[in-house]
């Protein structure tokens, strides 16, 4: 019973690399999301994708891209890393957009960028 | 400017006691509110929620009151057990249809001394 998977759970990149963090979920789920967490800062919305091909920024949005692959997976892409995207990133997944639908998190990846 | 937030960063308590997590919000469209759970290295679960239209909702050991004027929600543990020790992120949902996209708090760490 998995849930929400992410991989990897680490990665350290170099500024202006390129990277994209996988999330997939086997829980039959229509909407998907992508959150980061600084410290004293909480969980804040990168992207989400409240049903498989359709995507809309969230929170924080520039410096990201996303891709809804197919029901299960949804993709994270970084084109050029900066130091200032460290963080970790978690994805999530809720069986509609739904308001009393609640969100269930992958572990998370953990991204340091030197 | 955070909508959502959690003043104090963390909280200690004997076991069997109350826990009292407080949460401020300051934009008054938000009309659903969720509490999740975190532990280390793994992703945020879903505790408890609340619509605007109650004031108490409660499940087992977990009671968050609603406080709307004040626009101020606390999570109540009780009894507090060792097992509880984690980080509490409040979150806030405008609309009931708004695509279920989250405003989460900066998060408290409670500590329960056995």
């Known amino acids: 019973n998995a849930g929400v998977t992410q991989t990897p759970k680490f990665q350290v990149l170099k500024t202006g690399q390129s990277m994209t963090l996988q999330c997939a979920q086997d829980?039959?789920?229509?909407?998907m999301y992508w959150y980061r967490q600084d410290p004293g800062m909480g969980l804040r919305l990168i992207y989400y994708?409240?049903?498989?091909?359709?995507?809309d920024k969230g929170e924080v949005p520039n410096g990201y891209n996303v891709s809804r692959l197919n029901k299960r997976e949804f993709s994270l892409r970084l084109e050029s890393a900066a130091p200032s995207q460290t963080s970790v990133y978690f994805c999530?997944?809720?069986?509609?957009?739904?308001?009393?639908?609640?969100?269930?998190f992958g572990d998370g990846t953990r991204l340091s960028i030197l | 400017d955070q909508q959502v937030k959690q003043n104090s960063p963390s909280l200690s308590v004997q076991e069997g006691r109350i826990s009292i997590l407080n949460c401020d919000y300051t934009n008054s469209m938000f009309d659903y509110f969720l509490w999740y759970k975190k532990y280390p290295a793994e992703g945020p679960t879903f505790l408890i929620s609340?619509?605007?239209?109650?004031d108490k909702n409660e499940d087992g050991r977990f009671t968050v009151f609603l406080n709307k004027s004040a626009k101020h929600l606390s999570l109540h543990i009780v009894p507090s057990q060792p097992g509880d020790s984690a980080v509490y992120f409040c979150?806030?949902?405008?609309?009931?249809?708004?695509?279920?996209?989250?405003?989460f708090g900066g998060g408290t760490r409670l500590m329960v001394k056995p």
């Open positions: 994708s409240a049903s498989e091909g359709t995507t």
């Open positions: 829980m039959n789920h229509n909407s």
């Open positions: 609340i619509s605007s239209i109650k």
């Open positions: 999530a997944s809720s069986a509609t957009g739904h308001y009393n639908q609640p969100q269930h």
């Open positions: 979150a806030a949902l405008r609309g009931l249809n708004a695509g279920n996209m989250l405003t």
